[in-house]
């Protein structure tokens, strides 16, 4: 077994991590410390130049105890002591196997922070039984938190149970467990999905609406003209906005959801909400945020334009969607638009405008 100390660019930072690597199988520990890049154009300041020092310092005697405690067979990599091994780098050493996967890793990482913020420290499979599976399930119901700091949707409760659930059957395959305390207590039910969406004269409101965030505002316009998520349009560059004769305006990009390369046409008036264009490697929406305090700034917007419905960013998506389909686009193409690989996901969408018809129906009543 090596233990090997290494660096990953993530974001602005560089984060330190751990590899191991035995017997032909690799996991990876991250340290949850980081390094300050070197820029040519920028000297670094005394205060990040020690803390570099300090954290490169710490990562390495983290590494060297480490080291320590794999040749004793404590973390159970070796064929003695499996069940005290940590379940957390267990379930760390499988998101990071998902890196590469199309679509999957994002819910593994999502369901790491959560596992992280329910266990504080650490967690060996010897600890877990039918009882930490159930703390944990209500954990997700009442305590864990989204971004937006709201409760999860029964659906995410429901994704990130069930990747634990796939983590304990994995391990029982490996042979780290002899029995998957998981198969002895039932699941998180997913809920019916609730896409809430725009009218065509609600999306007219709010185009004539001020809101505090201009930025928010184009990206969300934009969203319910083209249909694209808030993480392609987050880092959506200039040089993916594209022309030609055949096609017109379109957009060539690789969806960070499911990896997939993507040509969706956009309409003149979708390419007139850019604005000017800039440097080709430069983000078409530079300076666009997510939080809560950008959240409540979009339910501001949204109220101003006498919109009283809950709505999120995603909302755009399930508005160009719902419109799509009200307005006569076939289902099949609708689902292309979106980039969907499965029609059944875009069978929602036909679903909720099924509803609405038989809703405006029941309106006509007559007194006989």
Known sequence: MTVTLRQRKKGDKISLYLDYYHQGKRQYEYLQLYLVPVSAKEKL??????????????????????????QNGIYGFQDQGKLKGSFLRYFEYLTEKRRISKGNHGNWDSTLKHLKKFVKFDITFEQINKRWLEDFKEFLQKEARTPANTNLSQNSQSSYYN?????????????????????????VKAGEPQREFLTLDELQALAHAECEIPIMKQAFLFSALTGL?????????????????????????????????????????????LGERSSPSNKVFSGLKYSAWHNLRLQQWMLKAG?????TFHCARHTYATLQLTLGTDIYTVSKLLGHKDLKTTQIYAKIIDEKKKEAASKIHLSL
């Not at 919109?307 to 709505?311: P, Q, V």
């Open 163 to 187: 990747k634990v659930r796939a983590a304990l059957r994995e391990a029982f395959k490996e042979g780290i467990i002899q029995r998957n305390p998981a198969e002895e207590i039932a699941g």
């Open 45 to 70: 300041s005394k205060e990040q130049k020690d803390e570099n020092k300090k954290n490169l310092a710490l990562a390495k005697a983290i590494r060297s105890k480490r080291h320590t405690e794999l």
């Open 229 to 273: 998520r808030w993480s392609d349009i987050q880092k959506l560059t200039w040089d993916e906005v594209q022309h030609s004769r055949e096609i017109g305006n379109y957009i060539r990009f690789i969806q960070k959801k499911t990896k997939g390369t993507e040509t969706l046409p956009i309409s003149e008036q979708a390419l007139q909400l």
């Open 307 to 311: 919109i009283t419905k809950s709505i």
